[in-house]
């Protein structure tokens, strides 16, 4: 018995795999590498290359290999990119879903457990946000995920799929032996930008904008580790396979700072300068977004054991400073 982990060669997904095969499960993972990077996967998985909107593709793996669940991390995922070009994400993210749960209700696979996102409530109304609190995403990359979520509920009325979606928010850092990391090409995330200007491969970071409505102008974020992150994807799988109903968790420290405090936090931890200056605002970036993970903490059990940003950049630092090129793999 396996569990399928698609987009078990990207970042958090490669995060996952190491974590499921250091608690004994059998992991088979299908990535395309359109993001991902083949070093990244645990040499303990099975690898299937492909894309998840081939069905035969899908099919091949359903039928070699006997798995009870999936966790779905294949997808595209930077905000920005989704604001230039809104049907790339419609046709990955969304569409791949199609094809996904086609194959999981052809092979009677009942369990998935998926990557949703804060960016799904869009500009919250309260802080911080609750699961409950509405789904109106400003991006065509939160609206692929929300759209992502509306048709798992469906495929469970229909076809008795059960699901947990964990929102995300915003992921950091690296496995604790510093064996794998975060590696984008190109980059556009906070941390490992900041990260890259530590390292002088970047000249300074931008921060964008310093005229939002937070108590120092710079958008409020929450950031939660990696490891802590695959964590609950593991919960969650327990969750589903103790016959619980279909579910959806925010994923985050509860705690939020802001793009200035993770600049002074990551000066503190690496001890570099890292020059920074305000740039223009970035399009489809929301004020603040902080997390109530309260519900994952109770009904889970989820324990991070992460709950210092300065703890998760140390991570962050140690596979940048060790990795320079990264993965040095892009293909
Ligand atoms: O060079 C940079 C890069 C980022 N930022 C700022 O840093 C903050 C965080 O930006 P990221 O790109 O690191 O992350 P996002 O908040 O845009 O997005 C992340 O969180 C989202 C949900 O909140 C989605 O899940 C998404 O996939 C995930 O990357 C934003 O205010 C952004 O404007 C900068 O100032 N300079």
Redesign the pocket.
Known sequence: MSILVAGGAGYIGSHMVKQLVESGEEVVVADNLSTGHKKAINPKAKFYYGDIRDRAFLDRIFVNEDITAVVHFAAF????ESMQEPLKYFDNNTGGMITLLEAMRDFKVKYIVFSS???TYGIPETMPIKETDPQQPINP?GLSKLMMEKMMAWADEAYGIKFVALR????AGAAADGTIGEDHGPE????P?IMQVAQGKRAE?????DDYNTPDG??V?DYVHVMDLADAHILALKYLEAGNPSNAFNLGSSTGFS?KE?LEAAREVTGKEIPAKI?PR?P??PDS?VAASDKAREVLNWQPKYDDVHDIIATAWQWHSTHPKGYDDRN
């Open positions: 995922s930077i905000v920005p996102t804060a960016a990359y995300y928010f915003n992921v556009t995330h906070l941390v930008i970071l931008s921060i964008f904008g710079t958008n974020r793009n993770m740039a970035r489809g970036d977004l």
